[in-house]
């Protein structure tokens, strides 16, 4: 799917039924995300330093906000501060 889409789902899922995606068999719910620079095979993590931008079908998708499961809602660059996400990683779909 283009970002452009996935960035009006998690808006409109927003706050239910949420919008979620799998990384490293651990569920993310994502609360804000916006439509970034950079390309890759969908669901494929292009940067993780600072800020976690994910390819899309067309485009790539900065993930903002997100929540690990039982967790709080965090900034994107606080979420990568306490969990190991490299680039290449893949996201795979919640449903």
């Known amino acids: 799917m283009p970002s ?7 808006r ?8 979620e995606a799998i990384l490293g068999g651990e569920s993310l719910k994502v609360w804000e995300a ?17 800020e976690l931008v994910v390819a899309c079908g067309d485009g790539a998708l ?8 039982g967790g709080r809602r965090m900034a994107a660059r606080d979420f990568l501060r306490g969990m190991r996400v490299s680039r290449g990683e893949v996201f795979a779909s919640a449903h």
């Open 12 to 19: 409109a899922f927003n706050p239910v039924p949420g919008a």
């Open 62 to 69: 900065a993930l903002c906000v997100v929540q690990r499961a």
């Open 34 to 50: 916006a439509p970034a620079e950079g390309a890759g095979k969908p669901g494929e993590i292009i940067r993780a330093e600072t």
């Open 4 to 10: 452009a889409g996935i960035d009006r789902q998690v």
